[in-house]
């Protein structure tokens, strides 16, 4: 069955990622999008680097146009940030993106991007289901073309470079001289980073900044596992920064001019201490439940509120649209900020981080002991426990009654249900459980000021629910 999860919808190409399924998926969007009388502003199309996405995308545009919609479509891959960009430019009722973002190369995937140019909210996403289901079970007619449906190429791309002129301080970045490594990891995020940062003082150097659906036999996920050549290349030209980015440019993963990882985690909180102390700027922060609370810290002793929400970047970008978050992040590394789009995107994320290092003249790895020497140092971590479907069901029963009156020798002072079970100390430390809704795993969240804390908290909890 066709579902879409937290960001879209995924798939093994030829197995359930067909033309046959994307073009249902497609009359299901545009069922949705003539319901509500949007279809006539038209619908971006975009695609990233990976086997067939440029076909897929063209099967995606032949449904639209048949149905009588309009396509403005991207005449070569771009990021899925830049798509969304695209959206609000172009002022359309939303965009079909495909990609399947870090995921190994063998999958593909589609998202929807509604009119408010960020992740398809759950309502959204249940209604394009509900055309679905209908449209499987009485067959989905073939697209039959309409006079007046248009395919239009478009290049949101010179708007979208002039949009982050807006956001960061690019004179500064040029005034300190800082040079860069990027490492798009073949993805669609090739020669984003380089336009923005190049010229006038800044060195940029790029590695794997060319198209293979392989991603070099590995995947094209920018965490530190993955970023050993962008590390290596750091340290042997003396660079200030590596930025990484995912298969389609909308997370971000950091190496320092010491070829020390700097985690999504430790990312958010440096960039919410810049925004609040140099920049100046005030409103709340917007996080998952899953995220560190050091932002929370920072953003207390600034007088400054933060909005818990599930995981998911659906939720932080309806607090970047409503509610006036600065700056909103989640510890698997999405990040955006106000007056941006609100979807997460990695290449503003590593231009803010280069910004950082510009005008604070300090390294990251400076800037976070700064950070943590004033705010308190925590450490987080998370593991995924895989076990079986029927052990699944017998510990989702233990985690539903989890509720304990200490933990590790402190006192729980609050239980949190938003999204599985946190359990937060009265010292700031925590811990929380999410079992994944498609595999029998279990995610385990834990932050702690030191390793060994982190380490007594998650065995504990391990142990009561026998996980």
């Known amino acids: 069955m066709i579902a879409f999860g937290t960001d879209g919808w995924r798939g093994v190409i030829a197995d359930d990622f067909t033309f046959a399924n994307v073009t249902l998926v497609t009359q299901a969007i545009a069922d949705y999008l003539t319901e509500r009388g949007l279809a006539d502003r038209g619908v971006v199309v975009g695609y990233d680097n990976r086997f067939l996405s440029d076909r897929f995308a063209a099967a995606v545009a032949a449904v639209l146009r048949g149905r009588g919609i309009p396509v403005l479509m991207s005449e070569k891959p771009r990021p899925t940030p830049v ?47 509900e055309h679905l289901r209908r449209r499987e079970s009485e067959g989905a007619a073939p697209a039959a073309q309409v006079e007046g449906a248009e395919v239009k190429g478009i290049d949101p791309d010179p708007a979208y470079h002039r949009h982050l002129a807006s956001l960061i301080d690019f004179p500064a970045i040029r005034r300190a001289g800082v040079k860069v490594v990027v490492d798009p990891l073949y993805g669609a995020g090739i020669g984003y980073l380089e336009a923005a940062l190049g010229g006038d003082g800044v060195t940029v150097e790029a590695l794997h900044a060319y198209r293979d659906p ?45 070829g020390t990882y700097i985690s999504p985690n430790q990312f958010f909180a ?27 810290r920072i953003a207390g002793a600034y007088g400054q509120e933060v909005i818990e929400t599930p995981v998911g970047f659906k939720y932080i970008g309806r607090c ?67 076990t079986t479907p029927a052990a699944k069901e017998r510990i989702l029963e233990k985690l539903r009654g989890l509720a304990p009156a200490s933990l590790g020798g402190r006192a729980v002072k609050e239980r949190v249900t938003l999204d599985g079970v946190k359990l937060v100390r009265d ?40 996980l």
């Open 214 to 258: 392989l991603f070099g036999g590995s995947l094209p996920d920018p965490s530190e596992k993955h970023l050993g050549p962008l590390r290596e290349r750091v340290l042997a030209t003396g660079a200030h920064l590596g930025l990484g980015l995912d298969g389609d440019a909308d997370r971000l993963g950091l190496i320092d001019g010491d």
């Open 320 to 386: 970047l649209l409503e509610r006036g978050a600065v700056a909103g992040g989640e510890e698997s590394g999405g990040f955006s900020v106000r007056g941006h789009i609100p979807e997460k995107d990695g290449i503003l994320a590593g231009l803010l981080a280069t910004e950082m290092v510009a005008v604070q003249g300090k390294s990251l790895t400076a800037l976070l002991e700064e950070v943590m020497r004033r705010f308190g140092r925590v450490h987080s971590e998370r593991i995924d426990v895989r």
């Open 270 to 296: 440096l960039a919410a201490f810049h925004l609040y102390e140099v920049r100046q700027e005030r409103g709340p922060l917007a996080r998952t439940v899953a995220t560190t609370h050091l932002v929370d």
């Open 83 to 129: 798509i969304a960009f695209a959206v609000k430019h172009f002022g359309a009722a939303g965009a079909v993106m495909l990609t399947a973002s870090h995921n190994p190369p063998e999958y593909n995937g589609l998202k929807f991007i509604p009119d408010y140019a960020g992740p398809a909210l759950p309502h959204i996403t249940r209604a394009i289901e």
């Open 427 to 466: 010292d700031g430390a925590w811990v929380l459980v999410r079992a994944s809704g498609t595999e029998p795993v279990f995610r385990i969240y834990t932050e702690a000021g030191t390793p060994d804390e982190v380490a007594a908290i998650r065995r504990e909890v391990r142990a009561a629910l026998e």
